[in-house]
């Protein structure tokens, strides 16, 4: 079980103290020193917890790497991930491993304690954006992250492969300039609907959300079903009410996070015709991170204009009584 608002595992803290890839110049040159330079031809191994990341360094890295995703099936919900022993080899060849932290994947700390590489540099999603353990783990949805991310990812290939920084410069220019739509979506939708009411059966979501302006109700039935335990009746009648008056114009629901609960969520925002949108916390098959963000957003924006033509048939038909 996966508690959100836990204790901050002081074993898991410190072991990412040694090789942590940070984004500032003197952590860099530490990097430099502890990681020497790789065989002209030998691909960096490369381990990422979920598939987004791994995505993202395959983009930043293109054929010079080697990369394995763990976390890489959207039918599965990932909170619920318990790490196989097929898991700890592959982290034992990695040269570089990536995973998002603040308690989304806490097997991964253990992993690398457990095993000790030498040459093995370390990326945390979570330490490049500020967050820690009971902050919204979800942090690949912030528009935010992801260039963090790129910027260390690459800064860490370069240290391993200088003799191909000029590739790796080039690839990390064209992801940071592939990432413009989704600012604009973003930067669109929040000039459409900001204020406007939705919610959600889990915080997969909640950045995505708060960069677009939405207002978020329910978020204490929100955490339940992502740290798997029991909401509270009160909280599950007041996210019925939003339901069922149209209280929301939209309910984001997370398809990897399935439950009779979550289910009947679904089926009573439908039965009320509160428009849904499916959003999952893995990459789908045959998406990028750019594809997929845009899709959401595609989505999202479907989902709030139909429900903004239902708030306006609605107050029609108030008028019209
Ligand atoms: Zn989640």
């Known amino acids: 079980m996966k508690k959100f608002g836990s204790m901050l595992n002081g074993a898991r803290h410190a072991l990412k103290l040694s090789k942590t890839v940070a984004m500032g110049a003197a952590a860099a040159a530490a990097f430099t020193l502890s990681h020497g330079a790789f065989a002209a031809d030998a691909k960096i191994p490369v381990v990422a917890a979920e598939n987004f990341y791994g995505d993202v360094v395959q983009q930043l890295g293109g054929d010079r790497v080697d990369v394995t995703s763990i976390l890489s099936n959207p039918d599965q919900d990932p909170h619920l991930f318990e790490a196989s022993p097929k898991t700890a080899r592959a982290l034992q060849h990695a040269s570089l491993v990536v995973y998002n932290g603040a308690d989304y994947d806490p097997w991964m700390a ?150 009779a609960l979550t289910k009947r969520m679904l089926k009573l925002a439908q039965q009320s015709k509160v428009p849904t949108m499916s959003v999952t916390e893995t990459e789908p098959a045959g998406k990028t991170y750019q594809t997929w963000m845009l899709t959401q957003l595609d989505a999202l924006g479907t989902a709030l204009a139909a429900g903004g033509a239902n708030a306006a048939a609605s107050a029609a038909k108030g008028k019209t009584q």
């Open 110 to 259: 253990k992993l690398l304690a457990a095993s000790k590489g030498s040459n093995r540099a370390t990326i945390v999603a979570a330490e490049l954006t500020g967050k820690k353990s009971g902050d919204n783990p979800h942090l690949w949805y912030d528009p935010a992250t992801m260039p963090k991310v790129a910027r260390a990812v690459s800064a860490a290939l370069v240290a391993a492969d200088p003799a191909h920084k000029s590739a790796y410069d080039a690839n990390l220019a064209k992801f940071l300039d592939s990432l413009k739509p989704i600012d604009a979506k973003v930067a669109d939708l929040h000039g459409r609907y900001a204020g406007v009411p939705v919610t959600a059966t889990e915080p997969v979501f909640g950045y995505m959300s708060d960069a677009v302006g939405l207002s978020m109700r329910n978020l204490r039935f929100q955490l339940a079903t992502m740290n798997d335990t029991e909401a509270s009746a009160a909280d599950i009648a007041a996210f019925e009410r939003d339901l069922r008056e149209k209280r929301v114009r939209v309910l984001i629901y997370n398809s990897q996070a399935t439950e």
